[in-house]
């Protein structure tokens, strides 16, 4: 019964911006920390960034000052606005549900965001 369902991802140049969304269901949303976990090719997944049901953040080095996440209790949604995107940032984007840090966890079903000319 639990759905993470993402949207937003897609080809952007270079330097551009993109904006990923994710829809939480079927989990009591104030309790879970949310998170954006990003896959390339080959290599392990990683996190990118986090916000904890209180509203702390923070992010993966590599994204800090480009990336911004961001939460809507009411909607039970979770938001990733990318700036400034490379073409390193290529990858396939995961939304996590962790309730006490990993006590329970949901993923999403991951979405492709591709930085290229």
């Known amino acids: 019964q639990v759905q993470l369902v993402e949207s937003g991802g897609g080809l952007v140049q270079p330097g551009g911006s993109l904006t990923l969304s994710c829809a939480a269901s079927?989990?009591?949303?104030?309790?879970?920390?949310m998170a954006w976990y990003r896959q390339a090719p080959e290599k392990q997944r990683e996190l990118v960034a986090i916000?904890?049901?209180?509203?702390?953040?923070d992010y993966a080095d590599s994204v800090k000052g480009r990336f911004s996440i961001s939460r809507d209790n009411g909607k039970k949604t979770v938001s990733l606005t990318m700036n400034s995107l490379k073409p390193e940032d290529t990858a396939v984007y995961y939304c996590?549900?962790?309730?006490?840090?990993?006590?329970?966890?949901?993923w999403g079903q991951g979405t492709q965001i591709t930085v290229a000319s």
């Open positions: 996590n549900a962790d309730y006490h840090y990993g006590h329970s966890m949901y």
């Open positions: 079927g989990i009591i949303f104030i309790n879970y920390a």
């Open positions: 916000i904890t049901n209180s509203g702390a953040t």
